[in-house]
């Protein structure tokens, strides 16, 4: 994929966030790597308005090129450089995600699909001011061993290896947030346990869960014709 294309593809991508309901107005950025560095959204520019060249470079350094970007800089650059397993990197302000946020809570296993992030809870990274290097820092820990965590009092981020996968990832996010929420009323639901989280997880690595076509194969039970 050219430099060009990769900017179309962020600018498609940012718009799918507001269409979907995941982001609004200017919260939220995006990152994606891009050779020694990375692309990023600027600083206060709504989506819509938003031009290809508008996309900020940057280096692991700091020092960027065009426009400002995102005050959340740090935690994209610190995220990339500290992941080499993913490229993308993706923030917003989801509504019911930011809504557990704002209680400090993480979601627990009360449903399979908390393995999606890679363990058996999505975390809640401590509060920090937004656009600090401390922010980034209770980032980096809670997306220890995991492609998706909460921000105390602020939203949700989510990781991975391509824009289409990540951008899947943060509305499942959303989406278990907004389970959780609604579950909440009826009491705190029970919690799969540990076990059963780890063949969930081994059995969505095999499958490449809710991302893609499956590999052949994946499927024990049903068989092809001929």
């Given amino acids: 994929m050219t430099e060009q294309d990769l900017r179309e593809r962020m600018v498609e991508t940012c718009l799918k966030m507001n269409s979907t309901g995941i982001n609004q107005g200017t919260a939220g950025n995006l990152s994606v790597r891009l050779g020694d560095g990375f692309l990023i959204t600027p600083s206060s520019l709504p989506y819509?308005?938003?031009?290809?060249?508008?996309?900020?470079?940057m280096d692991f350094e700091?020092?960027?090129?065009?426009?400002?970007?995102?005050?959340?800089?740090?935690?994209?650059?610190?995220?990339?450089?500290?992941?080499?397993?993913?490229?993308?990197?993706?923030?917003?302000?989801?509504?019911?995600?930011?809504?557990?946020?704002?209680?400090?809570?993480?979601?627990?296993?009360?449903?399979?699909?908390?393995?999606?992030?890679?363990g058996t809870t999505i975390p809640c990274a401590e509060y920090a001011t937004f656009g600090t290097q401390e922010l980034s820092e209770a980032v980096l820990a809670a997306l220890k061993g995991r492609t998706a965590c909460l921000l105390a009092q602020h939203g949700q981020i989510a990781i991975g290896k391509t824009l289409d996968k990540t951008l899947w990832l943060a509305t499942e996010v959303e989406t278990l947030s907004r389970l959780y929420v609604q579950a909440l009323p009826l009491g705190e639901p029970p919690v799969l346990s540990n076990e059963e989280m780890s063949r969930v997880i081994d059995q969505m690595q095999r499958m490449d869960y809710g991302l893609g076509p499956e590999p052949e194969g994946s499927n024990d039970i049903a068989l092809p014709r001929g």
């Fill in 48 to 57: 819509e308005k938003m031009i290809l060249d508008d996309l900020v470079e």
């Fill in 62 to 118: 700091g020092t960027y090129v065009g426009r400002r970007p995102s005050s959340e800089w740090r935690f994209h650059r610190d995220i990339l450089k500290a992941r080499p397993d993913i490229d993308v990197v993706l923030h917003c302000h989801s509504i019911y995600a930011t809504t557990l946020a704002c209680h400090h809570r993480q979601i627990p296993a009360f449903h399979y699909m908390v393995g999606v992030a890679g």
